[in-house]
């Protein structure tokens, strides 16, 4: 367990440092998130809260994780790509606009197939009546693994419209990958869950409400993009076709809730991407609850989903 809880904490602690130096340079630079009628902050929040999550967990990846090859650097470049977006998309919120929703879309396919090129794809399922491994074909698998990345990257991304929300969904979702990692033997896919849930659990001692600082786009993507990753590169490795739930559980809460939020927009004729407050947290706020209720309420809901795709992966389906 030792080369799981090191790099865990060894991340945690650098997140944890960096982020009050984040704060301080996102006010001197004013790259912060203000009030509007649409967001209930009071005052201005720093946006640069993504960059430390970034950092901690590249830092350690690249300490922890070896060797260094084609692989882990298609992933670090990618990875750097949806950051960059992220951050430009953040930028554009500190003046006070909308970055347009195509070129940013752009940016995560290209990530998601850099990621596909490098090896990290859903190949296929096992016949749940025969035990035969089915290989997809290969336009299939590439559909799929970049629908998944990309779809991941997004709902995550959606999912972050209340203090420390998507940092805890981010953390239970890595959690339960982490397990189904070890329950499988994939040690690598467990060092990636660790150094993930190290990074969002860092940095949610300064996101909780009320939020010193905002992880922004850039963040919220990156926290999706590397989910997603864990789960291509793990859980989806020689499934069965039940246990191939157990990704979509662990992330049950935001994939679910933003596939109700996209099919509401569509049938009204709007924009997937155009933002309102049909996602649940802004729901239950509206019932009545606050925000530390509301951010409670969704955890246990991730949870009870996590425990049940823990469960489907101990009956070995």
């Known amino acids: 367990m030792m080369e799981f809880i090191i790099p865990f904490f060894f991340v945690f602690f650098i997140v944890f440092m960096s982020i009050p130096l984040l704060e301080k340079l996102a006010v001197k630079w004013n790259f912060v998130d203000k009030p509007t009628e649409r967001k209930k902050h009071k005052h201005p929040i720093p ?13 350690g990846y690249l300490v922890f994780v070896r060797p260094i090859n084609y692989q882990s650097l298609a992933i670090i470049i990618a990875s750097v790509l949806v950051l960059g ?22 940016v995560h396919i290209l990530a998601a197939w850099m990621v596909f090129s490098a090896g990290i794809v859903f190949y296929g399922f096992t016949n749940p009546f025969t035990q035969q491994y089915i290989v997809l074909p290969y336009i299939i698998q590439l559909i799929l693994s970049i629908m998944w990345i990309v779809g991941v990257t997004t709902v995550i991304n959606w999912s972050d419209g209340i203090d420390g929300l998507a940092g805890i969904l981010s953390s239970i979702a890595g959690a339960t990958l982490y397990v189904a990692a070890l329950a499988k033997g ?17 940095f949610l001692r300064y996101n909780r409400h009320p939020a ?21 590169s793990g859980a989806f490795k020689q499934a069965t076709l039940v246990s191939l739930s157990i990704p979509v559980l662990a992330l049950g809460v935001p994939i679910f809730d933003n596939i109700i939020v996209v099919l509401k927009r569509f049938s009204r004729g709007e924009s997937i991407y155009k933002a309102d407050a049909t996602q649940i947290h802004h ?9 530390k209720q509301t951010v409670a309420f969704i955890s246990l809901m991730s949870v009870c989903f996590s425990l049940l795709s823990i469960i489907i992966l101990l009956l070995n389906i």
Do not use: H
């Open 85 to 106: 977006i992220g951050l430009i998309d953040d930028w554009y919120k500190t003046l006070g606009k909308e970055f347009p929703a195509l070129p940013r879309l752009m």
């Open 283 to 291: 729901r239950l706020i509206s019932s009545g609850l606050n925000p």
């Open 212 to 232: 010193r600082i905002f992880m922004g786009d850039s963040g919220a993507n990156f926290l999706g993009f590397i989910l997603a990753i864990v789960a291509l």
């Open 186 to 202: 994939q040690s690598d896919s467990a060092l990636l869950s660790a150094l993930l849930v190290g990074a969002a659990l860092g």
């Open 47 to 59: 946006l640069l809260g993504g960059v430390g999550i970034f950092l901690g967990f590249m830092i």
